[in-house]
């Protein structure tokens, strides 16, 4: 295995040590260096394949609170409706 692969390994490794939300915070803190356009050619590069991890595990994350939703609500999700709405 070439030290660039141990190296991806390793790297999505951490990501699925990461809880949501300090995902969604890197993410938000790696899109605004990006988009200050201050970042040299490689630390892009980095930023966005880290991001890509990030919103990948954001994702996944997304999917099994989504289905663990459904196994609660009986298969059968219900229309959100905010408590000021839901009161009326």
Do not use: D, I, W
Not at 68 to 84: D, I, R, S
Request: contains cysteine; hydrophobic residues 50%; proline residues 3%.
């Amino acid at each position: 295995m070439s030290k660039k692969l141990t190296a991806e390994a390793a790297t999505t490794a951490a990501a699925a040590n990461v809880s949501f939300e300090e995902a969604m915070a890197e993410l938000a803190q790696l899109v605004a260096q990006m988009e200050a356009g201050q970042l040299p050619l490689e630390a892009s590069v980095a930023a966005y394949a880290r991001g890509s991890e990030l919103v990948k595990l954001c994702a996944a994350q997304l999917e099994k609170v989504e289905s663990q939703v459904k196994v609660l609500e009986g298969e059968m999700l219900k229309p959100f409706e905010p408590a000021a709405e839901a009161e009326q």
